[in-house]
């Protein structure tokens, strides 16, 4: 019912900066909180910052000040702009939407496939 596509990940330099989207698509009615979540190698999946629809945001302690995450709900569409970018960022990159489906159905949540980050030298 809801699929999401995320896009922009690579490859960048300690330091650098990077810009992550994730679409919405689907027969949903409305989506409400979005957010981002990433998975290191051999690591646990964390999260990474939450956007309600009105614009709210909410970071990780170990992304604040550093990465901001916004929204286009014309677009249906959610952003991670990452800068200062360490090392440690680098992971596996999905990003997740809870929607309304058009049956009626509230609090769905979908999830995308992810796009990798590597942050190097």
């Known amino acids: 019912q809801v699929q999401l596509v995320e896009s922009g990940g690579g490859s960048v330099q300690p330091g650098g900066s990077l810009t992550l989207s994730c679409a919405a698509s689907g027969s949903f009615l409305s989506i409400g909180v979005m957010g981002w979540y990433r998975q290191a190698a051999g690591k646990q999946r964390e999260l990474v910052a939450t956007i309600t629809r009105t614009g709210r945001p909410n970071y990780a302690d170990s992304v604040k000040g550093r990465f901001t995450i916004s929204r286009d709900n014309a677009k249906n569409t959610v952003y991670l702009q990452m800068s200062s970018l360490k090392p440690e960022d680098t992971a596996v990159y999905r990003c997740?939407?809870?929607?309304?489906?058009?049956?009626?159905?509230?609090?769905?949540?979908?999830w995308g496939q992810g796009t990798q980050v590597t942050v190097s030298s």
């Open positions: 997740n939407a809870q929607s309304t489906l058009v049956g009626g159905t509230t609090g769905v949540l979908s």
